[in-house]
């Protein structure tokens, strides 16, 4: 049990230094989140288009893109619910 607490009060201590990556975009305003949103569909959608014509190198980077879509709309969303 001891172990357990420790774990959580180092995840507690991670995200209050905002060291993860959701944590970091807590700190951007919503016109920035917005914009990251659309740099980052055109990124996917380029990444898409090299793994189509065989050029992609790195397949990983398509699912660390949409990952990143995911958390920048749910901050937003938490943002929306918190109103």
């Known amino acids: 049990m001891a172990a ?3 774990v959580d009060k180092k995840l507690a201590k991670k995200i209050a230094e905002k060291k993860t990556p959701a944590g970091k975009l807590r700190e951007l305003n919503e016109a920035e989140i917005q ?3 659309n740099e ?3 990124e ?4 898409r288009f090299q793994a189509e014509v065989g050029k992609l190198e790195n397949t ?3 699912k660390k893109v ?3 879509i995911a958390r920048c709309y749910t901050v937003l969303t938490e943002r929306n619910n918190a109103k």
């Not at 996917?44 to 990444?47: A, R, T, Y």
């Open 4 to 6: 357990k607490q420790k």
């Open 35 to 37: 914009t990251k949103i």
């Open 40 to 42: 980052l569909k055109q």
């Open 44 to 47: 996917l959608f380029n990444l």
């Open 60 to 62: 990983a980077q398509l």
């Open 66 to 68: 949409k990952k990143e």
